[in-house]
Every structure is written in structure tokens, then in C-alpha cells.
């Protein structure tokens, strides 16, 4: 799925249009300014959240918010962070916070300062050194770009790694193609305009390279509760241990009946205490997006702090995995999971790149998402046979969907995400996944026949 015959561009082409709650002729208007410049998936939250001060390691959060939705932590413009790929870890760099953080199988340093970091012509440069490791690196701040890093432990020969240069969004490929995307967003923007009931975002990002692997995005840092879609994480986290050779998928692991809860899935129907094997509770987590699953997991894992450290590794600075599901005590003192669609997007374009998890483990990744059964949102909206592979996600006040649309040659990563009421919601994102698809389908409005 990686297209290594592509060449980089030096700037990205990102889209991202923030619409009013009302107003649709200004959304309009936005919109093309922006081209030239009834369970529930994780059962009973609260309500509406007051505000209250961003989640810690997350500066800021932002001035007022609307119901529903987490104000948005104040970050680097994503021109000044970025992450270096390579096999077996990552090396994320913010160059204004003058951060970096080494994590790779063979372990994981967390956010370390670097004072004398030296950022010139687009490149951020400098050594740190973390319990007797030196770690050198030049990494760009543009995505597409190659990277280095020199591991140098105090008693062994340095390691030379490279990499790819990721960036949320990656630039793309080819910013001509790019430009007959352009004409969604505006399509995208009326949309979320008329969903008066729910605030919305929604992020697409092109993998086929039709549109020069461009994305665009319409409220891309709304930043709602995630409900399940924190799933995803959890999921990849799971599998960059066993590419890492730490666990294997037929592990078992010991299951007791403390561990159910309802919502969603179908463990929950069983009987227990029983062993379970990981592959089992990873197709579950998003086959029936099985809550006792989920739980699991995340005390298998360690708990919260590995699915963040995932998160905090690949710059996603809306996302936070703060509850377990069906923790409405948490919920009520509020510990909330949240997202947003440039973060989901920035998540599944990782995946199916290649740049987060070998192939073998992204493809299990799209096929769980391809089994999935709770088909109300998406698939609904789109004429049947249409290939998807998808994860939902449902509270009382969040609806939402994202994952890829498996259509032969247009390939596309989605999140649809909406605040307020879920019935409201789940036709909205219905609304935004077929005008993706329509868009994708017909050639006009900036969609070519190939």
C-alpha cells in the first residue's frame, strides 16, 4: 500500500476549513478561501462537560467550546512537528517545544527536553542522552522527507537508523492532482453547516495517489469525545508489540468475570473466567466493538500510559485515552477519552503507509475493520458492494465513523466526526460519507476519469 515511486513536495497542501455554527454562505465562503490559501458502542457518558483545563501534557485548551466538545489544545503549527519512521520505532521532534522521544522495540525514553536543539532551513538537528544512550538526529519538518538517527549506547557499536519524515498532514505527492480535491471541502462544508444539532469535523486524505495523496479537512481539529473509535489505538498498540516480537497473537490471556461490562459486544455473553487469546480480543475490540475487550487490553498493555505514549509519539496532540469503557464514575469526574479528525486520519494514513506497523500487522488492521458489524453509519450511506473497512463510535452526545473506503484505485482514509444528540449525529456523518463517495465516483468537480 506504501507508494515508494512518488515523488516528495517541499510544502504541504493541506486543507482544513473551521465553519460556524450557522451561516451557510460563509461556510461557502471559507470553503473557498481555503482552496486558494440505540446501545451505545461505549456505553452511558455524561452529558454535556463543563469546561475545564486541557489534559495534562496538553498546553493550553483553547477559549470557548461548544457542547460536547473538548476545546482544542493549543499546539505547533504542523509545520514545526514531526515523527522519523523506521523500522521497529519511531523518533518524534517539536521543534518549539524543543522535545524529542525515541520509541522502538527496544524501549522508550518519553518526552525529553532539548534545549540545544537547532532548527534551521526546515531541518530540526541535535543529541540528547537518555540513561547512557545517545541519541543524534537530523529530522525535517516536512513530511515525505528522509530522516536520520544514530543510536550510540555507552558499551555497544551506535546503530544508524533512517527513515521517512512523517508530518500531520504529509504533504503531497503530486500538488497538481492534489488541487481537483480541493472542491470537497466546499462540498464537505455545506454539510457540516446544515447540521445545526451537531458540531462536525471531518478529515480525507487521498492513498491512491488519484489526488496526489492529498488531504483535506472541514473542522479537522474538532475535538468531540472519541467513544470507541479510541479503539483504533488501543489496536495498534497492541500489534507494534507483536511486530516487536514481545507478544504473539495466539497469547492467551485470563479473562474473569470482573472484567465484563455491557455496551457493545459479544464477550460480555460468555462465560467466565476463561483464557482468551489476544488475536481474539483484537477482532472482537473491532469486529463487534467489544467493550470487555477493550479493557482488557488496556490492563494487558500496562494501562492508559502506553496507548498514550503511542499517541503522544506520533505528534496527535487531540487524542488521550483517559477511561476505561463504561466508566461513568471516571466519565462523571471527567476522565474522557476525545479525538479529532486530523488525528484519526493522521492515525489511519500511519497504518496503511506502513510507517507505524509492518504490512503484515496493518493488513490485520483493515480487515478487522472490514468485518465490522455495526454498519448504520458508513455502509448505510452508500450503495451496497461498496468496499469499506471502518470503526464506529456512539454516545449519547457523539456519533461517529471513520476508516477507508477500499474502492480500487481511489482509495481514501475518512473520520466523520459530530457532537450532540447521536441520532442527529449518525445522519450527519451518513450525509458527509456519501458525499466522499459521491465525489470519489463522478467525474466532475475536480474528479477525473483515469
Not at 536543539?117 to 543529541?127: C, F, I, N, Q, W
Not at 544514530?150 to 488541487?179: C, F, N, W
Not at 479537522?220 to 516480537?245: H, Q, T
Request: hydrophobic letters at 40%; proline letters at 9%.
Amino acid at each position: 500500500m506504501k507508494k515508494s515511486d512518488k515523488s516528495a513536495s517541499s510544502f504541504p497542501l493541506a486543507i482544513s476549513v473551521r465553519v460556524p455554527r450557522k451561516g451557510l454562505a460563509a461556510a461557502v465562503a471559507l470553503a473557498v478561501l481555503a482552496t486558494t490559501g440505540p446501545a451505545t458502542a461505549d456505553g452511558p457518558g455524561p452529558g454535556t462537560d463543563p469546561a475545564r483545563p486541557a489534559e495534562p501534557g496538553y498546553p493550553g485548551g483553547g477559549q470557548g467550546h461548544e457542547p460536547g466538545v473538548e476545546p482544542t489544545p493549543e499546539r505547533a503549527p504542523t509545520s514545526e512537528v514531526s515523527w522519523l519512521s523506521f523500522p521497529g520505532g519511531v523518533f518524534a521532534v517539536d521543534s518549539l517545544g524543543h522535545t524529542v522521544r525515541y520509541r522502538a522495540c527496544d524501549g522508550d525514553t518519553g518526552r525529553v527536553a532539548d534545549p540545544g536543539m537547532l532548527v534551521a532551513a526546515g531541518v530540526a538537528s541535535g543529541t540528547v542522552v537518555v540513561g547512557g544512550t545517545a541519541y543524534r538526529y537530523r529530522v525535517p519538518l516536512t513530511g515525505r522527507s528522509e530522516g536520520t538517527l544514530e543510536v550510540i549506547p555507552q558499551h555497544r557499536p551506535p546503530v544508524e537508523l533512517t527513515g521517512v519524515v512523517v508530518t500531520s498532514p504529509q504533504p503531497p505527492t503530486d500538488p497538481v492532482a492534489g488541487a481537483r480535491l480541493f472542491p470537497l471541502s466546499g462540498q464537505l462544508a455545506r454539510v457540516v453547516a446544515d447540521a445545526s444539532l451537531n458540531p462536525a469535523g471531518v478529515t480525507v486524505r487521498d492513498l491512491s495517489g488519484r489526488y496526489g495523496d492529498q488531504q483535506i479537512a472541514v473542522n479537522g481539529a474538532l475535538r468531540p469525545k472519541a467513544a470507541s473509535v479510541i479503539k483504533l489505538w488501543i489496536l495498534v498498540e497492541l500489534l507494534r508489540r507483536v511486530d516487536c516480537g514481545q507478544v504473539a497473537l495466539d497469547d492467551g490471556v485470563l479473562v474473569t468475570p470482573q472484567d465484563v461490562v455491557g455496551g457493545t459486544g459479544q464477550l460480555q455473553f460468555e462465560t467466565f473466567p476463561q483464557v482468551v487469546t489476544l488475536h481474539r480480543l483484537a477482532r472482537y475490540l473491532i469486529r463487534y466493538s467489544d467493550n470487555v475487550a477493550a479493557n482488557v487490553l488496556i490492563t494487558y498493555l500496562g494501562g492508559f500510559a502506553p496507548v498514550n505514549a503511542l499517541i503522544d509519539s506520533m505528534n496527535q496532540r487531540s487524542t488521550i485515552l483517559a477511561r476505561r469503557m463504561l466508566d461513568s464514575a471516571a466519565a462523571q469526574r471527567g476522565e474522557e477519552n476525545y479525538t479529532s479528525p486530523d488525528d484519526v486520519v493522521s492515525l489511519l494514513g500511519a497504518v496503511w503507509d506502513g510507517e507505524i506497523l509492518t504490512p503484515a500487522s496493518r493488513d490485520l488492521v483493515v480487515g478487522f475493520m472490514r468485518e465490522q458489524t455495526l454498519n448504520t453509519k458508513i455502509p448505510a450511506a452508500l450503495p451496497p458492494g461498496v468496499p469499506v473497512a471502518h470503526k464506529t463510535g456512539d454516545l449519547p452526545d457523539a456519533s461517529h465513523d471513520v476508516g477507508y473506503y477500499l474502492i480500487p484505485g481511489t482509495e481514501t482514509a475518512v473520520a466523520f466526526l459530530t457532537a450532540g444528540p447521536m441520532a442527529s449525529g449518525d445522519e450527519t456523518v451518513r450525509r458527509m460519507a456519501r458525499t466522499v463517495y459521491d465525489f470519489l465516483v463522478t467525474p466532475t468537480a475536480g474528479a477525473v476519469e483515469e
